[in-house]
Nanobody
C-alpha cells in the first residue's frame, strides 16, 4: 500500500487548508486512519483519527478546528484545517491509527502557518 499526501502550503494565521491522502488500495475497511504531524525538531504526533465506522477523534490542540473525513470510493482521507495557528506548522502525514501495521510513511505535505 502506498500513501500520497497533498494539499499543504503557506497560509496566514487564521486561514484554512484541506489536506488529502490517497491510498493505492482500499484499506479503510480494514484500518482506522489518522493524520499525523511532525514539527521541526519534534516527534511525530497523531492529531486526528477516523475509525472504520466513521467515528472521529481529535487531539486537544486541534479539536474544534480540524475535521477528518473519508471518501471510500476514492480511497482518500482528508483533513480540513481551519483557524490555523503558527504552532500548526509541520509536515503532515497519514497512516493507520495506531501506526504499526506495516504501511510505510508517505512523503508528507508541508504546512506552514506564518504572516
Amino acid at each position: 500500500v502506498q500513501l500520497v499526501e497533498s494539499g499543504g502550503g503557506l497560509v496566514q494565521p487564521g486561514g484554512s487548508l484541506r489536506l488529502s491522502c490517497a491510498a493505492s488500495e482500499n484499506i479503510f475497511s480494514v484500518y482506522s486512519m489518522g493524520w499525523y504531524r511532525q514539527a521541526s525538531g519534534k516527534q511525530r504526533e497523531l492529531v486526528a483519527t477516523i475509525t472504520r465506522v466513521g467515528t472521529t477523534i481529535y487531539e486537544d490542540s486541534v479539536k474544534g478546528r480540524f475535521v477528518i473525513s473519508r471518501d471510500d470510493a476514492k480511497n482518500t482521507i482528508y483533513l480540513q484545517m481551519n483557524s490555523l495557528k503558527p504552532e500548526d506548522t509541520a509536515v503532515y502525514y497519514c497512516n493507520t491509527s495506531p501506526y504499526g501495521y506495516g504501511i510505510d510513511w508517505g512523503q508528507g505535505t508541508q504546512v506552514t502557518v506564518s504572516s
